[in-house]
């Protein structure tokens, strides 16, 4: 194994939003990144300005409340919502608290996994592991 880079890594949310505002330029601030995983906090403020993105993305909401666009369905999400956006898929958070942030994770190429073949599917309360 690589002694190079850690083999864990923990980052509380009370740490990252103590890291300040994100870098010109961006709207969530940077907090890991391994491979192809960036894993970033976004708190926005007044209005969610994002734009498609070029990888898949998750979101897990960890302050806060709002609404999730994701071109077609409005959805309402709190603390603890696990929400996937396709690469190129237009979306944003509405309506939500002031208080409102969420990690997210962007992975895989640009153009995103190709879904066909990774056996994608949501888990539905009827559903067993497996």
């Known amino acids: 194994m690589d002694q190079s880079k850690p083999a864990t890594a923990v980052v509380a949310l009370s740490e990252a939003l103590a890291m300040g505002p994100p870098p010109p330029g961006n709207l969530a601030l940077p907090v890991y990144g391994h491979g192809t995983l960036q894993a970033e906090l976004y708190a926005p403020v007044g209005q969610d300005r994002q734009k498609p993105h070029d990888r898949d993305e998750i979101y897990v909401v960890v302050r806060g409340r709002g609404v999730f666009y994701d071109g077609e369905v409005r959805t309402r999400v709190e603390p603890g919502a696990f929400i996937f956006a396709a690469a190129g898929r237009a979306h944003r958070f ?32 009827d559903a067993s592991p497996g």
């Open 94 to 125: 509405e309506n939500f608290t002031t208080d409102f942030a969420t990690w997210v994770f962007f992975y895989g190429p640009p153009g995103g996994e190709n879904r066909a073949s990774s056996g994608e599917h949501a888990v539905t309360a």
